[in-house]
């Protein structure tokens, strides 16, 4: 590698480590002392579980949040969820890959989709926009 495309990586790599962070902003993280508080609510809830060190999950992260962004009405909430901060809930929802996705209402589940293809996401929550 030259000197150019070494920092052509860097540069890229830095992009994205801060759009990283940028997209966290936009879904609440749920934790353990959280849970209790967030399943209450009346609204749907799509539970995103992700890991930081899974690659698929970080393809998916911009897409939810455009998808999240495009959301015409309150009904449904995004909530991400770190599986590796988060065994209890993860062993409760039987997630055993990621990224995950589970639509919650009134503590039930509706439906549930996995993998890095935001479709299966975006039809799983439409009947409820």
């Known amino acids: 590698m030259n000197l150019i495309q070494v920092r052509t990586v860097l540069v890229w790599m ?3 480590l801060k759009n990283y962070h940028y997209l966290d902003s936009y ?3 749920i934790t353990p002392e959280t ?5 209450n609510q009346p ?3 799509l539970f995103y579980f992700t890991a930081k060190w899974c690659g698929p ?3 998916i992260k911009p897409m939810v949040v455009k998808l999240q962004e495009g959301l015409q009405t309150n009904n449904i909430k995004f909530y991400v969820i770190d599986i590796d901060d988060n065994d209890e809930l993860c062993e409760k929802c039987n997630v055993s890959s990621v990224p995950t996705f589970i639509l919650f209402k009134d ?3 509706v439906g549930q989709c996995k993998g890095a293809d935001i479709i299966p996401v975006a039809n799983l929550i439409k009947p409820y926009c």
């Open 43 to 45: 609204e749907y809830l």
């Open 27 to 29: 879904m609440e993280s």
């Open 107 to 109: 503590k039930k589940e």
């Open 35 to 39: 849970i209790s508080k967030i399943i």
């Open 57 to 59: 999950c970080q393809k």
């Open 14 to 16: 830095i992009i994205s």
